[in-house]
């Protein structure tokens, strides 16, 4: 059973756009939920977190919006760029989970 | 500073052998925690070691083993090797414990090929 929930697995935008991932969970036990970028040939790097005490959070050009009644959180890349063409995973932990799960990733091109 | 380093880089076996992956942590970081990457199933985590102990462990048959030393430095293991064995392994550490919310730093992994 997949306890993180991703979509869309792949999106293609132009430069400049606002790309958007989605992720839903079920647990109710999760109490953070990171978003790693990971580049072909390198492994996941940390985009941003965020707990549920908060609706929003801003990280430069990406926000994670988070609905916890919904159970679902999102990841938004502001004014998009080619260097951001990778591949992105949400996740979802908590100290009683004994795990990260991992949603199945969306590979994101940026046009130029 | 330098990262999380994973070795071999590459490899390739022969199903039925058994292989061992090395991990050595950003410095100061006691927590080491092991993934498997696969096209098909994605990112999974296999287990977790803090102070040499094995804290958490994901749903991985028990030919996949691991230990972690004094010094942080963590190996994993694969016996009896299977095709689907197959697949990018990636370690990642972190100060304090992983599903704590402690960030965790992965490393470029190492690419394990059965045949």
């Known amino acids: 059973q997949q306890q993180v929930k991703q979509s869309p697995q792949s999106l293609i935008v132009q430069k400049g756009g606002i790309p958007i991932i989605n992720c839903a969970y079920e647990?109710?036990?999760?109490?953070?939920f990171p978003w790693y970028q990971q580049f072909p040939g390198k492994g996941p790097a940390l985009l941003i977190a965020i707990r549920p005490d908060v609706s929003e959070k801003k990280e430069g050009r990406f926000t994670i919006s988070f609905n916890k009644s919904a159970k679902q959180f999102s990841l938004h890349i502001m004014d998009s760029q080619p260097g951001d063409s990778a591949t992105y995973f949400c996740?979802?932990?908590?100290?009683?989970?004994?795990?990260?799960?991992f949603g199945t990733g969306t590979r994101l091109t940026v046009i130029p | 500073k330098a990262g999380v380093t994973q070795t071999p880089r590459y490899l390739i076996k022969t199903r039925g052998q058994q292989v061992t992956l090395s991990c050595s942590p950003i410095s100061g970081h006691r927590s080491v925690s092991w993934y498997q990457q696969t096209p098909g199933q994605g990112l999974q985590f296999l287990f977790e070691?803090?102070?040499?102990?094995?804290?958490n462990k994901g749903n991985f048959p028990g030919r996949f083993s691991g230990r972690q030393f004094s010094n942080s430095r963590s190996e994993m293991n694969v016996s009896t090797l299977e095709l689907g064995d197959s697949a990018l392994y990636l370690c990642?550490?972190?100060?304090?414990?992983?599903?704590?919310?402690?960030?965790?730093?992965f490393g470029e992994g190492s690419w394990l090929t059965v045949v």
């Open positions: 647990n109710t036990a999760f109490d953070y």
């Open positions: 996740a979802a932990s908590g100290t009683g989970a004994n795990n990260l799960f």
């Open positions: 990642a550490s972190s100060l304090g414990q992983t599903f704590s919310g402690n960030t965790i730093y």
């Open positions: 070691y803090f102070s040499e102990t094995q804290r």
